[in-house]
């Protein structure tokens, strides 16, 4: 279990202090053969503790200590270790476990027809790859080719992946510094949308004139010759969009040629109380990108569906990726689908979301180190400041915060270095909600004190 957050130091007072706490010899151990043994990078290693088992909405460390896991890297949806997505692996590997490039098989056919069965509009044309940063960049070849052009307008702090092409679209300082020499030439970013720090959202909504969606359309019309806008409908930090602004995306795009491209890797299939977060928004995007929870919080797949118009590539290879049709991981994304609709997640994820936002609001919204409760459906934040006012982020306020749910069994991520996001599976129990509730509210409230 890596607890590493966005905007944290190696060597930040709250993590050096967990760090230091007392082991076991055997998580000391594991601990040590990690930090021998993997390059090390940000955000992921060298770790402070250990996993030794996932089931449902809980981990557990080689110490035996069990967290709520609020944080999943967005791939449990489902929670872990889902016994009808377990058992379908597990009758797939018996029956096919791997299929050659160019042979096609049933389980591989048969998702790419659910995705278009779920998607809205047209889009109905799929490509698997292994990982939702793959999936980015084939949709950005795909742009490439049907309009003959190679700029893009991206978000500055927006997250696409770690390749080449997904870190050039993305705009968060940790993936795209101490690289040497230039990443994707034309890949143009603008502010993203910040509600809460918008001097106009404060005013009124009467009053927004939804100047960020006029700041894409202004790199649109300079530029002159983009091939796509890609983003991410509602960004993980969380950040919910303004009303109306994927609406003015939309038809900007449209004015100017260019596509649009949604990242439902973190979002996608009902984390936001619907099976696509551009749902909310009443959009139909030219492509959109789905990965992480996809495999069910098992198996690594992700997918690229685009509209039918778009499949002008037949020409040349755009994935080909040696697992692009794997009948296991393609079953395992199927039954986690299935899954979703059987059980009614979609419509669990919106109704325990509203709950949990108006708890929060109510419990902590007066507080002057909150700054901003938001979210969609089971993806939602509290934002950390030291003065409301004022709006300065409250890093170490956070992080102290973090630590402290950590030790009293709740995992989640911060982002941006102050905002406490939290992320539980669709499947959670009610009770188990309120459970992690209590503990963030009581860690604050002790905070604010």
Known sequence: MSTHTEGESNTSAAR?????????SATKALLKRDADTFLHQALSSPCVSTIAKAEGIWIEDTAGRKFMDFHGNSVHHIGYGHPRLVAAIKAQLDDLPFAPRRFTNEPAVALAEKLAQIAPGDLNKTLFTTGGSDAN????????????RFKTVSFWDAFHGAGFGAASVGGEATFRSHIAGPLLPGAEHVAPFACYRCPYNHAGPDVCGLACAKMVEFALEREGDVAAVIAEPMRAVPYVPPAGFWKAVREACNRHGALLIMDEIPTGLGKTGQMFAFEHDEIIPDIVTLGKALGGGILPIAACVAREGLDVCGDFAIGHYTHEKNPVTARAALTTIEIIEDEELVERSAELGAYAMERLQNQLGHLPIVGDIRGR????GIEIVEDQAAKTPGNERAERIYYACLEAGLSFKISQGCVLTLSPPLTIARADLDRALSIVENTILAEAA
């Open 377 to 380: 459906g089971l993806m939602f």
């Open 16 to 24: 050096a202090s967990w760090a230091a706490r007392e082991e076991d």
């Open 137 to 148: 960049e084939v949709a950005l070849k795909i742009a490439r080719a049907a309009t003959g």
